[in-house]
């Protein structure tokens, strides 16, 4: 079954961390770019990061830049989302979504790119940051 499935998402205090996982099965992410997205309420989905298939090459949207980290391990076809440094504007439903590397070229038009336009996206995993 081809999908994939976003883990550690939680309730954490403002200033706390999470760490998310995006798991891949069904399928190889080795020649995907894949990105964080994040829908809060009230609030259109947007890109928070994103990151190539293997140059190591990311994205940050401006609101994270310094407190996030993607990374990814092929190996273990997953990729991560280190949250540091949380605040209340950071809850929201993250998702995590692949596009192949022959139809997205640059990490940045990945994280702008419409929903419609991914090859799979999971289901999402609630982040709630308390205040």
């Known amino acids: 079954q081809v999908q994939l499935v976003e883990s550690g998402g939680g309730l954490v205090q403002p200033g706390g961390s999470l760490r998310l996982s995006c798991a891949a099965s069904g399928f190889t992410l080795d020649y995907y770019l894949i990105g964080w997205f994040r829908q809060a309420p009230g609030k259109e989905r947007e890109g928070v990061s994103c990151i190539s298939s293997s140059d190591g090459s990311t994205y940050y949207v401006d609101s994270v830049k310094g407190r996030f980290t993607i990374s990814r391990d092929n190996a273990k076809n997953t990729v991560y989302l280190q949250m540091n440094s949380l605040k209340p504007d950071d809850t929201a439903v993250y998702y995590c979504?692949?596009?192949?590397?022959?139809?997205?070229?640059?990490?940045?038009?990945?994280?702008?790119?419409?929903?419609?336009?991914?090859?799979?996206w999971g289901k999402g995993t609630l982040v709630t940051v308390s205040s």
């Open positions: 979504a692949a596009v192949t590397i022959f139809r997205i070229t640059t990490v940045q038009a990945m994280c702008v790119m419409s929903e419609d336009g991914m090859d799979y």
